[in-house]
């Protein structure tokens, strides 16, 4: 069943991810999906202040993924799949092992890897209603 959040300006954001957290207790994989622009990244980076992650969080450009430490020493891992010609491609560098590693994945445009999109995940769409405010899908898939 999915779950509708209204996010009405960027302050929102922190408690848009406490929800999403909740929502997703026991599930290591986000799978992310919306037009370019939709916040993605932004609501990434609020999750990332939330959890302790000291590196800036940016959409991997070149090497499809970046690395992030938490505090307690564990990684995170974040795709950015925008730029995918075939989901393949995710193969070659290892996606499946970084998925099935136990760690957090934070997954853009994860669609264009939907074959291989692990269970259990979350699935975060959102929808750009205008200039600040967004609608935050979440569904689990387990
Ligand atoms: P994406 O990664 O989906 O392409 P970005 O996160 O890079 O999108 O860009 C989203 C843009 O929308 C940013 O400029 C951000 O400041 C803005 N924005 C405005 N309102 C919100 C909101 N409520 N949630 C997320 N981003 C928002
Ligand atoms: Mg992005």
């Not at 992310?32 to 202040?49: H, N, R, S, V, Y």
């Not at 070149?62 to 430490?69: C, Q």
């Not at 994945?105 to 939907?114: D, L, P």
Request: net charge negative; proline share 5%.
């Amino acid at each position: 069943m999915a779950i509708q959040i209204s996010c009405t300006s960027l302050n929102e954001l922190p408690e848009v991810v406490e929800q999403v957290l909740r929502a997703s207790e026991g599930i290591a994989i986000w799978a992310l999906e919306g037009d370019l622009g939709a916040g993605k990244t932004t609501f990434l980076q609020a999750a990332g202040k939330h959890l302790g992650v000291r590196e800036a969080i940016q959409s991997p450009t070149f090497s499809l993924v970046n690395e992030y430490t938490l505090p307690d020493g564990t990684p995170v891992y974040h795709f950015d799949f925008y730029r995918l010609e075939t989901a393949e491609e995710a193969l070659d560098i290892g996606a499946e092992e970084y998925f099935y590693s136990g760690a957090r994945c934070w997954i853009e445009w994860a669609s264009r890897i939907e074959p291989y999109l692990p269970v259990p995940r979350l699935s975060i769409y959102i929808h750009r209603r205008d200039n600040e405010e967004r609608i935050f899908e979440i569904e689990r898939y387990e």
